[in-house]
């Protein structure tokens, strides 16, 4: 691993506890987050050794990389109170939902930002995160901001203009694939299961099915591997296509789409 910058989170919710925990867990311990809440910074504190503290700017101004880890609708105010302190030494990280990058790159005195997508499975270091950064980086900058989110699963890099999908589809993914789950788990027990079998099955299965997607297989080769001519499984395939269950699940991936485009459109008029 390489020499890190002391890192530094405006803010201690989930996600920021998500990421502090992967980091430490690889030996990340430089670090320090602003929390309004007393409860949660001892909590913070005691769980992964770690410093807290009250102040946003004390955090910009003893580290070299920033993330923001806040909330859209707070992240005028935040930027209003540190951006004095912001100098093109320091690393902004924004994980905000719908920021976007000129945005920050107007209020900040630093090119160095990046706007980060992570997704829930963070929690568990199984996340999915895609980074968008300007090409103003250098190769052992970019590399340590890959570092951390390496901690909490994997990344990709893409351009900006694919945030919106990129937020739709694995931003709110887990949600949808709960919910397809959780008919399941209900499909399972309108059939005669206990509420505890039926969810030990659907959960398994699903874990197992991901794994196998995950060795490479294409979804249509393992559905094609399940189905047999005349079995259950071509029995049920055939309700989900009459009732277009594909065509739903695109329509919704499209919804969340538009409604990450218009979050965005919000912020871009924040002043």
Do not use: W
């Amino acid at each position: 691993m390489m020499t890190m910058k002391k890192v530094g989170f405006i803010g201690g919710g989930n996600m920021a506890e998500a990421m502090i925990k992967g980091m430490t867990s690889q030996g990340m311990r430089d670090i320090i987050v602003s929390e309004p809440r007393e409860d949660r910074r001892k909590y913070l504190e005691q769980s992964y050794g770690i410093k807290t503290s009250e102040s946003n700017r004390e955090i910009v101004s003893s580290c070299g990389i920033i993330i923001l880890a806040i909330k859209p609708q707070n992240m005028e105010a935040v930027l209003d109170e540190i951006n004095t302190a912001i100098t093109d030494d320091h690393t902004v990280i924004s994980i905000a939902a719908g920021v976007r990058l000129p945005y920050l790159s107007e209020r900040l005195k630093t090119k160095k930002i990046v706007r980060v997508m992570p997704n829930t499975p963070a929690l568990i270091q199984e996340g999915i995160t895609v980074l968008s950064l300007c090409e103003c980086f250098s190769d052992r900058d970019i590399s340590i901001v890959r570092e951390i989110f390496m901690s909490i699963g994997k990344i990709i890099t893409l351009p900006e203009k694919y945030m919106d999908a990129v937020t739709a589809l694995s931003g709110s993914g887990p949600a949808f694939i709960a919910l397809f789950i959780e008919a399941l788990v209900e499909g399972g027990m309108k059939m005669g299961l206990t509420s505890d079998d039926a969810h030990a099955l659907a959960v398994q299965t699903a874990i197992g099915t991901l794994k196998l997607l995950d060795t490479g297989m294409s979804p249509s080769a393992l559905r094609n591997m399940v189905t047999s001519p005349g079995g259950t499984t071509e029995a049920g395939l055939k309700v989900y296509d009459d009732e277009k269950l594909k065509d739903i699940v695109i329509k919704g991936i499209e919804a969340a789409t538009k409604r990450a485009q218009e979050l965005g459109n919000a912020s871009r008029h924040m002043s």
